[in-house]
């Protein structure tokens, strides 16, 4: 199946910085990517859909301004949690599909710790 | 926000059982799909059926849609010790404004002890 990698896969940082999660899809073009973060023991909560070149779309409750999402490519979103703080600290997972795909395909996720 | 319900949550068999997980969804849905995911890792595509299909197999699987009565059913047959992971259904709605967007269940958590 189709790869999609994610950078970095953990990372710590301070309370009021900002992160940067890269999500790449390595053997298609991801005409459409997804973010979701994923709170532990449960369930993945989609946070935005990013078509390439075209501004994303939040789902209801999510900050834009705090979760800043660019596609600038057909391989590559990347996700940016500004001023993040400790209730942010989540498993941050993108994933990808090309064309009319039904099918999504998911990178290994980024976990984030705000300390 | 997430409209699949699946039970049980948790489910705990021996090698060599059959495992069987239920998905319930609210909306008119295009297709449904099954996604594996290991501890702390991403998730794996397993299975995908569509509105107008009644069961799908794939290997050790088997997926049933009833969309008269909104659900889904996994049935894992055989069970190893490597199926130990969390099962997502996710639902992808009808209508062009969904944009292939899928909304996932809470999981159910399957352990298969050797």
């Known amino acids: 199946g189709a790869v999609v990698s994610q950078h970095p896969s953990r990372v710590i940082c301070k309370s009021g910085t900002s992160v940067k999660i890269e999500c790449r899809s390595l053997?298609?073009?991801?005409?459409?990517m997804f973010w979701y973060r994923q709170f532990p023991k449960q369930s993945l909560m989609l946070m935005a859909t990013?078509?390439?070149?075209?501004?994303?779309?939040?789902e209801q409750g999510v900050e834009k301004d705090k979760f800043l999402i660019n596609h600038a490519s057909l391989t590559l979103s990347t996700l940016t949690v500004t001023s993040a703080h400790p209730e942010d600290s989540s498993f941050y997972i993108c994933?990808?599909?090309?064309?009319?795909?039904?099918?999504?395909?998911f990178g290994p996720g980024t976990r984030l710790l705000v300390l | 926000s997430q409209q699949g319900e699946e039970d049980p949550q948790a489910l705990s068999i021996q090698e060599g059982e059959n495992a069987t997980m239920n998905c319930s969804y609210k909306?008119?849905?295009?297709?449904l799909q099954w996604y594996r995911q290991n501890s702390g890792r991403g998730l794996v595509h397993l299975i995908l059926i569509r509105s107008n299909e009644r069961e799908k197999h794939s290997g050790r699987l088997r997926v049933t849609l009833d969309t008269s009565k909104k659900s889904s059913s996994l049935l894992i047959t055989a069970s190893r010790a490597a199926d130990t992971a969390s099962y997502f259904c996710?639902?992808?709605?009808?209508?062009?404004?969904?944009?292939?967007?899928?909304?996932f269940g809470q999981g159910t958590e399957l352990s298969v002890k050797p």
């Open positions: 990013s078509n390439e070149g075209s501004k994303a779309t939040y």
């Open positions: 053997d298609f073009q991801a005409t459409t």
């Open positions: 996710a639902t992808a709605g009808r209508g062009y404004n969904q944009g292939g967007k899928l909304i």
């Open positions: 994933s990808g599909t090309s064309g009319a795909q039904e099918t999504q395909y």
């Open positions: 909306t008119s849905i295009n297709n």
